[in-house]
């Protein structure tokens, strides 16, 4: 038998590689990617500003709230000022949050924005002009070498084709020559088909292996045109990927209040007010006002004194009091 065929291999399923026909088109779709992915990162910077906003106006709520609390409590002294040197603190962080929250909005979602916009042109038909020359420039890369392909394949089918007819009209023979009941003529007839199927498979072997040499032929150049187009591609992309990389850098120090100086004096107020609480002082100005420290009348012997000298004597000590008692007299 001049060639092999296995019927249970079938057709082959294509390979998962770029240069089979066609896929070329998931480096297309990046370009398509990168456009969404422009969007999800505009979407992600605005989710954590709306957060940023809301954490502001919580921490500034909840200094208010506390605020009137502490004043309108029980604590005194230098641990209340102790105590509201927290609201203080909220209220100045919730002032560096909220200008987080601008420079996300106006430095980096403007910044994705407009770089979006130059990057990526949108069509009349609805798809962008980048993600189109792309699909244009790998269809016309591919299509000399595709047409040759297809040439292949069919050559190939026929080949395959003709190698299974070769091993029936072998099968068939064989089969002849073993049974008694068919004459010399017939067995001919079988030896003439395998004959022919052998010339049939020698026929398709040449013509499909003639086409491989040319798909072969055209390969190279096929290759160069295709990495040219992908290195494009690539070109595009990475200005993508850079520019991601930088904004999100940018993203980060908007972010990072821990290097912010404003931050840190924040909390270096902070400890300092609340190191100043001074428990001894607290209860000592505490006894002052509201123990033993405070002054007291001590009962003393007291003369009778008649009442209506006792209203005039309390008249001329409050001349409010006088202007009753003189009316009063009328």
């Known amino acids: 038998m001049s060639g092999t065929y296995d019927d249970s291999l079938g057709v082959e399923a294509p390979s998962d590689s770029f240069w089979e026909v066609g896929n070329y088109k998931r480096t297309v779709k990046r370009i398509d990617d990168g456009n969404r992915l422009c969007n999800d990162f505009m979407n992600c910077i605005h989710e954590r500003a709306r957060i940023e906003k809301s954490y502001a106006l919580q921490l500034t709520e909840w200094a208010k709230r506390w605020r009137q609390l502490v004043e309108k409590g029980p604590q005194y002294g230098t641990l209340e000022r102790a105590w509201n040197a927290m609201m203080t603190e909220a209220e100045k962080v919730s002032e560096l949050h909220l200008d987080v929250k601008g420079a996300l909005m106006n430095e980096d979602f403007e910044k994705v924005k407009n770089w979006q916009k130059e990057a990526y042109h949108k069509q009349m038909m609805g798809s962008f002009k980048e993600t189109k020359e792309a699909e244009d420039g790998f269809r016309k ?190």
Not at 157 to 169: M, S, V
Not at 249 to 254: Q, S, Y
Request: proline share 4%.
């Open 141 to 330: 890369a591919q299509k000399p070498w595709a047409k040759k392909l297809k040439e292949v394949e069919a050559v190939k089918k026929a080949y395959h084709a003709a190698c299974k007819e070769e091993k029936l009209a072998i099968s068939r023979e064989s089969t002849g020559k073993a049974d008694q009941n068919i004459n010399p003529e017939q067995i001919r007839k079988l030896q003439d088909k395998v004959e022919k199927s052998k010339q049939d498979v020698q026929k398709t072997k040449e013509k499909y292996e003639k086409a491989l040499e040319e798909l072969d032929k055209c390969t190279p150049q096929y290759m160069e045109n295709m990495e040219q187009v992908f290195e494009q591609c690539q070109q595009f992309e990475e200005k993508r990927l850079r520019f991601f990389r930088e904004v999100l850098l940018e993203v980060e120090k908007h972010l990072d209040l821990s290097s912010h100086a404003g931050y840190k004096n924040i909390y270096r107020e902070l400890e300092q007010t609340i190191k100043m609480a001074d428990a001894p002082e607290d209860l000592k100005w505490f006894r002052s006002n509201h123990g033993p420290g405070m002054a007291m009348n001590w009962p003393q012997f007291e003369k009778w004194i008649p009442e209506i000298l006792q209203k005039q004597k309390t008249a001329k000590d409050d001349p409010t009091r006088t202007m009753t008692v003189t009316i009063t007299g009328i």
